[in-house]
């Protein structure tokens, strides 16, 4: 999967994040998931799209050092860790979608 986000994103949403620091992070059977810098306040955005209706997409962003979570109405909660999971995750109920993100579905 390429490091772009895709179309069924807003533009405003696309305009929120920095094109070029989009990094794919992986899917389950529900979402793709995508992280990025903030255009802004340099913070990090968790992009989630669901597979089925990627239309139904969310952006969440964070802090540059702290956890960014996501919840998709409908169900799901996605976390990204700046400087990779930490010991002990994911924990019990979550998997883990990369080295920086998790998701429970």
């Given at each position: 999967?390429?490091?772009?986000?895709?179309?069924?994103?807003?533009?405003?949403?696309?305009?929120?994040?920095?094109?070029?620091?989009?990094?794919?992070?992986?899917?389950?059977?529900?979402?793709?998931?995508?992280?990025?810098?903030?255009?802004?306040?340099?913070?990090?955005?968790?992009?989630?799209?669901?597979?089925?209706?990627?239309?139904?997409?969310?952006?969440?962003?964070?802090?540059?050092?702290?956890v960014t979570s996501v919840s998709?109405?409908?169900?799901?909660?996605?976390?990204?860790?700046?400087?990779?999971l930490p010991e002990g995750e994911?924990?019990?109920?979550?998997?883990?979608?990369?080295?920086?993100?998790?998701?429970?579905?």
């Amino acid at each position: 999967m390429a490091d772009e986000l895709p179309g069924a994103i807003s533009e405003d949403a696309r305009d929120s994040v920095e094109a070029s620091t989009v990094r794919y992070q992986g899917s389950t059977d529900a979402v793709e998931v995508w992280a990025a810098r903030e255009e802004v306040d340099r913070g990090i955005c968790l992009i989630v799209a669901p597979v089925n209706d990627p239309s139904g997409w969310v952006v969440g962003c964070g802090g540059g050092n702290t956890v960014t979570s996501v919840s998709l109405t409908g169900g799901g909660d996605y976390e990204f860790y700046p400087q990779g999971l930490p010991e002990g995750e994911p924990r019990e109920g979550w998997v883990a979608v990369s080295d920086y993100v998790i998701a429970r579905e």
